[in-house]
């Protein structure tokens, strides 16, 4: 990051490390605001995820920045454009569309020069070309905003004049948003997609002038939420006017040239509305809300070569949540999802407040079921434990898809139930997404685990040839010992693993197994091993024989 301001000391040039720390300080913005800037969000489509697909688009500039940062020494001109790239591929939804575009106007401009005069004409641009990107222009939206924060600064002058009249004419041309278009006056709030950009410039402010704008600055308090917006009708088909308007959101990167691109918007335009498209240099981000979703592709096809196509079917979306009072009921901000063995962890995990799905023997979940789930939880976040070293790819294929359906999900690689068992008990909702995916994660890493199974048939095993009925012991997936009696064999395994040390056992044990087996253990670790803390757990039908764990 970026050397740290002194009190009173700003910026004269917009270097490669401040627009690096101004990318980071407005994804920490736009996080800090999401859920607020999700509540108000009831323009062009009343679908809650307005501060979500911002945040989103925001993650996805950093990350590139992130990258040209890692691979070399970017000067400015790299960076900003790394950073509008970045949003390009990563945009999502209507607002984050519009985020990209804005970057990318600023890019071209702050490329050439990284004082304050280009800074006042990168926000000039920025905003000239959001609004063309935009198939019908509409006043009291984002594109006000960013009209009035480039009409602020038009004048010119050091970088933190610029920044500051920027921010102060997006906050007073927000605050007059409900004026300018009915449905927000009705709902009673600001426009969601300009408070996300009254937030993006606050971050700059703070990053040119080396401090945090002052509470009365800020876009959480400066611009109110002026009404109770749960009085809003936010259904997920409504449109703006209250009426039933297009079933899909259709997304896709398109490569192709300008002159398709043109024919592509009235093609589109025709179909449906909310559309925008953005980009450049043959590489486009289009957007539009559709009730024919394959026509909008397959129009895309014609033009080009269509990818990352991402289909969203309002109508489903509304009907998967559970309606309260006036409105639809909200999603949580987080949730866990968890794949166990037997319905005892299931019910075990479902307490600890996470949505389990059953590993059956030789049936392992696919990836639509671990998407269902993802669905179920009905949250913004999500963290996903599939507790299985070959779920692997399974969880990350869903996790895929449930992230381009807008749903922010971490999954965290546990090999074995017990790590989500661990994982699941530091797990803080309170705490930032990142901190407690970190949590979590280390939790779980620090979690040995074993298994206890029956050998069905005469095979060689990493421990030498077992018999079918042999009692194998797994040492993180290879087989460490092999025995005759599942008592004896545990006590074997639980010696080489505490060997290495430990502070706590957790001992799983399924329906089947002796139920002296655990009694046992529990005193065979208390008697040598003084340090040493047990717990146990019932999995029920369906789990292996025994699960330990060893942290």
Wanted: charged letters at 25%; proline letters at 4%; one cysteine or more.
């Amino acid at each position: 990051m970026s050397r740290a301001l002194q009190p009173d000391e700003e910026l004269v040039e917009l270097d490669a490390e401040a627009v690096r720390t101004w990318c980071a300080r407005a994804l920490d913005a736009l996080g800090r605001e999401r859920e607020e800037i999700d509540a108000i969000n009831v323009y062009p489509v009343a679908d809650g995820d307005t501060g979500t697909n911002l945040y989103l688009t925001a993650e996805a500039a950093c990350q590139a920045v992130e990258a040209v940062f890692a691979a070399s020494a970017p000067d400015t001109a790299e960076t900003v454009r790394a950073m509008a790239h970045g949003a390009l591929l990563g945009a999502r939804g209507n607002s984050g569309t519009i985020l990209a575009q804005l970057l990318r106007g600023m890019a071209a401009v702050l490329a050439e020069g990284r004082d304050g005069d280009h800074l006042a004409r990168a926000l000039a641009e920025a905003a000239a070309a959001a609004r063309q990107a935009v198939a019908h222009p509409v006043e009291g939206t984002v594109l006000t905003v960013a009209a009035a924060a480039a009409a602020g600064c038009a004048g010119g002058g050091t970088l933190l004049e610029v920044a500051t009249r920027a921010h102060d004419g997006a906050r007073t041309a927000l605050e007059a948003t409900p004026g300018q278009l009915a449905v927000l006056g009705r709902a009673g709030v600001v426009d969601a997609g300009g408070r996300g950009l009254v937030a993006v410039l606050g971050a700059l402010v703070e990053t040119v002038g080396g401090r945090t704008p002052d509470p009365a600055e800020t876009a959480t308090s400066g611009v109110r939420i002026l009404g109770d917006v749960r009085a809003v009708p936010a259904a997920h088909a409504l449109t703006c006017d209250g009426e039933a308007g297009p079933a899909y959101e259709v997304i896709y990167l398109l490569e192709a040239e300008d002159a398709a691109v043109e024919l592509l918007r009235a093609r589109l335009d025709a179909l449906g509305d909310s559309l925008v498209v953005v980009g450049g240099d043959g590489l486009w981000n289009v957007h539009v809300h559709v009730d024919d979703a394959g026509a909008a592709v397959e129009a895309g096809v014609e033009a080009g070569r269509p990818h990352r196509i991402r289909i969203t079917h309002f109508a489903a979306d509304a009907a998967a949540a559970k309606p309260t009072g006036a409105g639809r009921a909200e999603r949580a901000q987080r949730a866990v999802v968890a794949v166990v063995p037997g319905e005892g962890l299931a019910g075990l995990c479902a307490e600890a407040g996470a949505t389990t799905v059953r590993s059956r023997p030789g049936e392992p979940p696919a990836d639509d079921e671990l998407l269902e789930a993802i669905r179920r939880a009905h949250a913004r976040e999500v963290v996903l434990l599939p507790n299985d070293t070959e779920l692997r790819q399974t969880a990350a294929a869903a996790a895929e898809r449930a992230r381009a359906e807008g749903i922010r999900v971490a999954l965290i690689p546990t090999r074995a139930a017990v790590q989500g068992i661990a994982a699941l008990a530091v797990h803080e909702p309170d705490r930032r997404f990142d901190e407690d995916v970190v949590a979590m994660t280390a939790a779980a890493g620090a979690t040995r685990y074993a298994e206890l199974a029956v050998a069905e048939r005469r095979s060689f095993t990493s421990a030498g040839v077992c018999q079918a009925g042999d009692v194998l012991g797994l040492i993180e997936g290879d087989v460490a010992v092999i025995g005759k009696d599942l008592t004896e064999t545990a006590r074997t395994v639980l010696d080489r693993m505490l060997s290495a040390g430990g502070e706590l056992v957790t001992l799983v044990v399924a329906d089947d197994t002796p139920p002296g087996l655990a009694p046992d253990l529990e005193g065979h670790v208390r008697r040598g091993y003084l340090a040493v803390d047990t717990t146990t757990y019932h999995a029920g039908a369906g789990a292996p024989p025994l699960l330990i764990g060893v942290e």
